[in-house]
């Protein structure tokens, strides 16, 4: 759904990338909580999510390059919004969408460069909402389970594309620059893209699904799921059922020690590159949702030429290299190394912004004591 320069005149263009800039602003302000905040009692989350965001956003990357089939002649991809916002936090889940839109747009020409406060307010900023606030609801409605988390994801992915493709229709309502019925452009956007959303569903799912199996303690939508454990007085001390006395002072659990992301790192990345670098290439070669709808709705008929688009990985192709698996594999893997570095930089900055203050405000509250 990247959408290109001329499908948005600039007023509307110039308002979304103020929209899109407070957002960040915001989402920055946010996540210091979400990354850099102390862990919880029940030793989920905390400080550790930090690295993993930027991983985050290099697979919400490599994954978006395996567009697959919906219907005859369209094809869709993971948009990611909901995905980020639960492994991550929904302010986190912004940045990390509005790394993999800007790392798009400037090395690989998707997604149009004026159009990209276009694309951070609908892909990053509509989906996340959307997607986290329905996956809180439907966790305050359904058992305190890890299948619950799962399956919370699966519904909260599925209706954020087409909220997104909602959005696009309000947008193209405001500022299209092609004479065409806005209720043909909503019928067509959100039609395909409700089917677009199962693939989204199915992949954020599953993808959820796995960390919980694996490091429940690293998905943040789950904090808070397990409830602390209790120790109770077993009737073989005793020799009878009896509760243990009244007065007697409960004996605190010992403290887990904090896990390794190191090795989950490791896989996580080694996916994202396999995904990118060999998964790609069988991706499907039809228009995507937005393409397809332009396309057939002439919405595309003004379309303006990207400003990157001699850049050496236009097109997910690297130049001079004329085997189309090679090149495009090659691309991919640049664009999950490159994601990984600035996304893992913005999230660092974050934290270390928070560290500063932290400190500075413990500097001054000794301070103030010694006075």
Known sequence: MHVPDGFIDAPVSLATGAVAAAAVA??????????????????LGGERTAPLAGLVAAFV???QMLNFPVAAGTSGHLLGGALAAILVGPFTGVLCISVVLLMQA???ADGGLTALGVNITDMAVVTTL???GLFRLLLAVLPRRRSSVTAASFVAALVSVPAAAVAFTLLYALGGTTDVPIGKVFTAMTGVHVLIGIGEAVITALTVGAVLAVRPDLVYGARGLTAPLQLRTSPLRSGTDAAPAPDAAPVPAPAKPARSTRRFALAGLLTA???AGVGSYYASASPDGLEKVAHDKGI????????????PLADYQVADITDGRISGGLAGVIGVGATLLVGTGVTWVVVRRRRDRAAAAATGTAASETV
């Open 26 to 43: 915001v989402s920055l302000r946010g996540a210091r909580r979400e990354l850099g905040g102390a862990a919880p009692a029940d030793g």
């Open 61 to 63: 990357f490599a994954v």
């Open 106 to 108: 400037v090395l690989f």
């Open 130 to 132: 959307v997607a986290y």
């Open 273 to 275: 590159l396999a995904l």
């Open 300 to 311: 595309d008929s003004k379309t303006e030429e990207h400003a990157a688009k001699d850049s």
